[in-house]
């Protein structure tokens, strides 16, 4: 009954395991959920108040496909004023999420047999995704040595002829690791040599950055029109079930994008994009307030981690997501539960601390697992103390 399509199409982990903790802890466990990466502030209060404000004036109908121009003109002023980028709106696609900004550059720009480069550990739904535009994937692996980064000159030695795109994260999930400046100026001048691949460069966590630096790879004018710059308002304005984000790149790809979105979903909900607009000009405090509660948060995080022996330890450097090789418990065993795969790591510290991570092979990281931050610190404190005293007990 159902297609190939959809059987062989990978369950999102993330939102699998959140969705088991969610059961566990309805059931009545005394459950922490550090599985999913989501904002535990509410939306800041001017946003619901635009957006209830956008209802009662009745913005209740469709939108223009690509989103209301009010709303791509403060992307564009948002992407001139904190990231030096020339836009115009018929350039920006508004849609349902980073997901679907992701799923739409996929589908416009990825025939089926291109090539994907995808450096790892990466986010688990861009696989799926290419999968789904029927993309072949290549995995660059980085190290925990090399900061989890990709250099240039690793990329590079991945290209091949039918390589179409690269796609990352920075601010990274799930490593926190961040591109510098020279970082993206070495693989922009490499990508010069390469005038067929593009940018899919994620920068959700653009504002989570604990360096206070964000850089886009758009800022190199020689492949500014190769890169699709994927943004959104989940993470940074706390709105995840809002479901808004969107694209910014060249005028032709924009236009495969929206005519693409046209068929699937249309425009997104109308009265967010109005509330969109206050989030992007008008809240420049509350999102520097909830960062430097992440920032305290990751040295909480980190602190917790450090007491528990045989794990290994990057440094996030943003979004908030702590990503530890655990890989030392591999083989051992409590009470018939033998941890063999960071999935079984995962498993057992939902069962017996009582806390939801999330395992790192689908992050393409077998020997890591991710706890997301984005929890009080009196939540992360106890759950660190729970992790430790069921990793003790692992013989
Ligand atoms: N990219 C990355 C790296 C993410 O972690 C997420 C999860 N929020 C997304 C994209 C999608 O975000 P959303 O669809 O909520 O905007
Ligand atoms: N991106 C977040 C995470 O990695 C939210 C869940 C999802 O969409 O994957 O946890």
Known sequence: MITNRIKNLHESATLKMAKLARDLKASGRDIISLSLGEPDFDTPQIIKEAAKKA????NTKYTAVAGHLALREAICHKLKRQNGLEYSPN??????GAKQAISNACMSLLNPGDEILIPAPYWVSYKPIAQLAEAIITEVPTTVEENYLASAKLLEANISEKTRAIIYSSPCNPTGSVYERHQLAEIAEMLEKYPNV????????????????HESIAQFPKI??????INGFSKAYSMTGWRMGYTATNLELAQAIEKFQGQVTSGICNFNQIAGITALEKTDAEVKSMVEAFRKRKEVIME???EIPGIKLNNPQGAFYAFPDISSY??????GKKIETSSDMAMYILEVAEVGCVGGDDFAADKCIRF???ASEEQIREAMKRVKAALEKLQ
């Open 55 to 58: 209802l009662d004036e009745g």
């Open 91 to 96: 350039q920006i696609v508004v849609c349902n």
């Open 198 to 213: 593009f940018v899919l460069s994620d920068e959700i966590y653009e504002h989570i950055n604990y360096l206070n630096k």
């Open 224 to 229: 500014k029109d190769r890169v699709v710059l």
């Open 304 to 306: 917790g981690l450090r």
């Open 330 to 335: 591999f083989g051992k065993s409590y009470e």
């Open 372 to 374: 997301s931050f984005a």
